[in-house]
C-alpha cells in the first residue's frame, strides 16, 4: 500500500505523509537551527550556554516521553480525587 494511501492514514500510520523533499526540508531547517545555536554560544561556558534546539518534528518520528517519577504520580492522583470530589 502506497505511504499516503487513505487506509494507512485512516489507522493513524503517519509515515507516508512526508517525501523526500519535506524530509531533506526538515533537515535543513534543523542544521541551520544548529548553527545558530552554535554562533549564540560560542565563548560561553557549558552552564551558561541556552539548551540545544529540538529536532524538528517529523510523521512518524515518536517525541520521548517525559520520565514519570512517583511524585508525579502522586500529584496526578491527588488532582483527579479533587476532580471526582467536586
Known sequence: MPGNARTRLALGDQDGLWGLAEHLQADAIEAAHIANWQRANTGLKRHE??????????????????KITADDLLAHRERMQA????
Do not use: F, H, L
Request: hydrophobic share 15%; no cysteine; net charge positive.
Open 49 to 66: 550556554q541556552s539548551p540545544p534546539p529540538e529536532p524538528y518534528d517529523r510523521p512518524g518520528r515518536r517525541r520521548q516521553r517525559k
Open 83 to 86: 476532580r471526582a470530589a467536586a
